[in-house]
């Protein structure tokens, strides 16, 4: 960057794309992005309990939300990447906020029409808009400051997600599910009078509207603060001051002899299958549970019980931020998900509603996972011109959560929803293990590496 650019700005941006310092309102308005895709995620929750007894499906069957989410982060985030490569993070981010408002505008006719399809075709274009924003903020957060920051950055970030977790399924709470457990009555209703039954169904699915008319008019405030505050590019440059650029071919060929890279995308598709799979199926776990236990909770009941989960995921997240700025990251993620696959065994095996309230203690392992293995995954990309691409491919690891959720569903059919948690369990044990296998990478403590960088013997 040239002398006259940086004098304008309060950063100076490296050669590979990092800042010498974090800006703050930058960083805050990116963070902020984290809570929006979480609240969409806490949403589908409630839908897939909502849909479940209005459109009659198996637990597989309401894994297809899931499906539909997960798919549109799939097939858009390369398409994405190579869109921010041409214009800008800033951009990609707008483009992305632009999207998801017009899926929120999609439910206007797929409350009326009371059809399941038209709802995953909300929901898929809302995921569009979704990549976009998460291929453009997960890489720029670890970008907006020094490099040796940037697991820890990406990991304070994360923090809004899990207020937009908490967000999502309060507004759930309130505008969609009612005092009454909708399972029994749509049951009860088309045994002795089905018209009744339609009738309340169409109102049920009209009420899944009003979360998402504020979510829109969210979505459009922040297209216009986003549009008038200035970013940095965090691009890497040539020795020229150019932009360094790749192409697709040249990036996938490069990745192509990178194994951590790939070994760091299985992790992930496997990481995000656990935690959409126990958060898909929570409230449901609560409603069976309570049920066959001859007490059955209300629909707005249960979701008191993803409530909680997030609140403890954010407690979680908090506390694993603070853990990793003072120990090695694959010491802290290990013991995280190793402690959470023996919660999740009991889970699957204790009787009663223990088994919940294990379902829901288990996010408090969850916090760390996602961002830390995004960063270490990038962070194997040394070439820093493929670094949207390769941040597009990360995200395109989501698609576990339109996989492995669905796989988990049908678990439950086979056997009961209590025993379907034991697939989370090995999930996230298969995760822990890979951590394990860091270990030899990670030889530093976050003091030790300031030390070392304060001294000049690493590069910030």
Not at 61 to 82: E, K, N, R, W
Request: aromatic share 12%; charged share 15%; proline share 4%.
């Amino acid at each position: 960057m040239s002398n006259a650019t940086s004098a304008k700005t309060p950063w100076v941006e490296s050669p590979d794309g990092y800042l010498d310092r974090t800006p703050i309102l930058q960083f805050a308005m990116t963070s902020v992005l984290f809570a929006f895709w979480a609240i969409a995620s806490s949403l589908n929750d409630v839908l897939i309990t909502q849909f479940k007894p209005v459109f009659e499906l198996t637990d597989m069957q309401t894994a297809l939300v899931q499906s539909a989410f997960y798919a549109g982060y799939f097939i858009i985030a390369i398409p994405a990447s190579l869109f921010i490569k041409r214009t800008s993070y800033k951009v990609g981010i707008m483009t992305g906020l632009a999207f998801f408002a017009l899926g929120c505008f999609i439910f206007f006719p797929a409350s009326r029409l009371i059809t399941y399809e038209i709802f995953l075709f909300a929901i898929f274009v809302e995921a569009i808009g979704l990549s976009f924003l998460e291929t453009s903020a997960d890489t720029y957060a670890t970008l907006l400051g020094p490099k040796r920051l940037s697991t820890l950055r990406l990991n304070v970030a994360q923090t809004m997600n899990a207020l937009g977790l908490l967000t999502g399924v309060l507004l759930g709470k309130y505008f969609v599910f009612q005092d009454s457990n909708l399972h029994t009555e749509m049951e009860k209703l088309r045994k002795t009078d089905p018209q009744a039954a339609i009738d309340l169904a169409s109102e049920q699915l009209g009420r899944t509207l009003q979360p998402y008319i504020v979510v829109m008019i969210v979505m459009l405030v922040f297209i216009v603060l986003f549009a008038i505050v200035k970013f940095p590019k965090c691009r890497p440059q040539t020795k020229e001051g150019d932009v360094a650029k790749a192409t697709l071919g040249e990036t996938m060929a490069y990745l192509g002899h990178n194994g951590r890279f790939w070994q760091g995308i299985v992790i992930q598709f496997i990481y995000i299958g656990a935690q959409t799979g126990i958060w898909s199926f929570t409230m449901r776990l609560a409603l069976n549970v309570s049920e066959q236990a001859g007490a059955p909770i209300s629909d707005r009941e249960s979701a008191n019980y993803m409530m909680i989960s997030y609140i403890i995921f954010f407690v979680g997240r908090i506390s694993a931020s603070y853990l990793l700025s003072k120990f090695r990251e694959t010491r802290v993620l290990a013991v995280y998900m190793i402690v959470g696959c023996v919660v999740l065994i009991g889970t699957a095996f204790v009787p009663g509603m223990a088994s919940v309230w294990l379902a829901v203690i288990v996010s408090l392992f969850l916090g760390p996972g996602w961002p830390t293995i995004y960063s270490r995954t990038l962070k194997t990309v040394e070439d820093r011109r493929h670094t949207e691409t390769a941040g597009a491919i990360i995200v395109m690891a989501l698609v576990g959560g339109a996989i492995l959720p669905m796989a988990q569903g049908a678990l439950s059919d086979a056997v009961n929803m209590q025993f379907s948690f034991i697939l989370p369990a090995i999930e996230l044990l298969v995760v822990g293990l890979y951590f394990m296998s860091e270990f030899k990478r990670d030889k530093y403590t976050p003091a030790q590496l300031k030390e070392m960088t304060e001294k000049g013997e690493i590069a910030n």
